[in-house]
């Protein structure tokens, strides 16, 4: 049977260049913090890799700080924003769930800026809002995704910086999905602290870093030794490090990903009924979130799984369980968001595998249109999600 992995927004196939390194460094010993030999050497595959995230990421290797994921790394810029006197935080609706969920276990109000239904940021409200902030809630923080994990959509968030400089306040830019795909220069991007993840960009899973520029102060979560100069306590993860570093590398030295074989697969479900999502808006190359209007998301995941072909229902989730789509409903997508599914490529998709995943959608499609009739869209259609006014 065909076996087509399109799930790479969940995570990665690793990289040979990141497996390689990965088995060479497990296989050696030393801790980075011995000042024995072999301590020593670990340090320096550290310091390296610390060089070659810097280049990801834009600024001085010494503003990396290495942590277990884009998890950890967006929670330590949120906490450290706490820490140092925000008490009110404004995130984007369509935020991963770790910035959503850290920011309301903060302690701190949580505000949510509103997309439009391209799912794009509405800057207009961030400038209203920013103009009326009180000083009392100390430093306005914002957080605002580069690429969305569901639908792909770039935000603006240079522009959004722009307006977080102009009233002192944090920018993070959690790019975990967009890092390896477009650029993620965190200076280029005006960002105070940016996050990015190994796994997402064909590296292993469980490391990923934060950097943070001059306007930040990091605050350490964890308690413990003095290790990333006392901004992350633990012992590195020094193989994943590596690894990470290397497939990093490998994601630079790529062409930017061209969209026309996602866009073929598309059309060819558009012409079958199929809705676009955030197709009027700027959008991540690898990305397709498509809904079947009436099917659900969970039965077409499972149907395209039994035909070889694995993709998500909206955002993969820790459960195993699929839950409604934050993204989606923010995007006012009503009923549509529960029959939208996530199909995302990466360094190893082929053309083949679009097409073989678009012959697949397309039979579970005209089966169960055989079965039910044609289907109702009630709250949404292809022309409704057109181009931004
Ligand atoms: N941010 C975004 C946009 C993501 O898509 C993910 C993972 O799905 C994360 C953060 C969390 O990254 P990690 O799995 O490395 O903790």
Redesign the pocket.
């Known amino acids: 049977m065909t076996s087509v992995y399109l799930d790479y927004?969940?995570t990665a196939l690793i990289r040979p260049e990141a497996l390689e390194a990965m088995t060479r460094v497990l296989a050696r010993t030393g801790n980075p913090s011995s000042v024995h030999a072999a301590g020593r050497g670990a340090r320096a595959l550290v310091e390296e890799a610390r060089t070659d995230i810097s280049a990801l990421v834009g600024g001085p290797a010494s503003t990396v700080v290495f942590t277990s994921?884009?998890?950890?790394a967006?929670a330590l810029a949120i906490d450290s924003a706490v820490a140092t006197g925000a008490k009110r935080l404004i995130v984007s609706a369509i935020e991963?769930d770790?910035?959503l969920e850290t920011a309301k276990a903060s302690g701190a109000q949580v505000e949510y800026l509103p997309v439009d239904t391209h799912g794009v940021a509405d800057l207009a409200w961030l400038k209203a809002r920013l103009a009326d902030w009180d000083p009392i809630d100390g430093k306005p923080f914002v957080a605002l995704?580069l690429a969305n994990?569901e639908t792909g959509v770039i935000q603006p968030v240079l522009e959004a910086s722009g307006l977080v400089r102009a009233a002192d306040g944090w920018l993070h830019i959690?790019a975990?999905?967009a890092a390896g795909r477009i650029m993620t220069d965190s200076r280029a991007l005006g960002a105070d602290t940016l996050?990015v993840?190994a796994?997402?960009l064909g590296g292993p899973?469980g490391v990923?870093a934060l950097t943070f520029g001059p306007r930040a102060t990091l605050v350490r979560r964890q308690h413990g030794g003095g290790q990333e100069r006392g901004r992350r306590a633990g012992t590195e993860n020094v193989a994943g490090i590596v690894a990470f570093a290397a497939a990093a590398h490998a994601a630079m030295r790529e062409a930017e990903p061209k969209a026309a074989w996602r866009d073929a697969a598309a059309a060819r479900l558009k012409a079958e009924g199929a809705v676009i999502m955030g197709e009027g808006a700027p959008r991540l190359a690898n990305t397709l979130c498509v809904a079947a209007p009436g099917q659900d998301a969970a039965l077409q995941v499972m149907s395209l799984d039994l035909a070889g072909v694995m993709v998500s229902a909206g955002?993969?989730c820790s459960s195993g369980k699929v839950k409604p789509s934050h993204v989606l409903a923010a995007m006012g997508l009503g009923d549509l968001a529960a029959c939208a599914v996530r199909v995302s490529g990466g360094w190893a998709t082929t053309e083949d595998d679009w097409t073989a995943f678009a012959d697949a959608w397309s039979q579970i499609h005209s089966r169960f249109a055989a079965r039910h009739g044609a289907p109702v869209v009630r709250h949404a259609a292809n022309h409704d999600l057109g181009a931004p006014a």
């Open positions: 927004n969940a994921g884009g998890t950890e967006n991963h770790s910035v995704m994990n959690d975990v999905q996050s993840s796994h997402k899973q990923g955002s993969a």
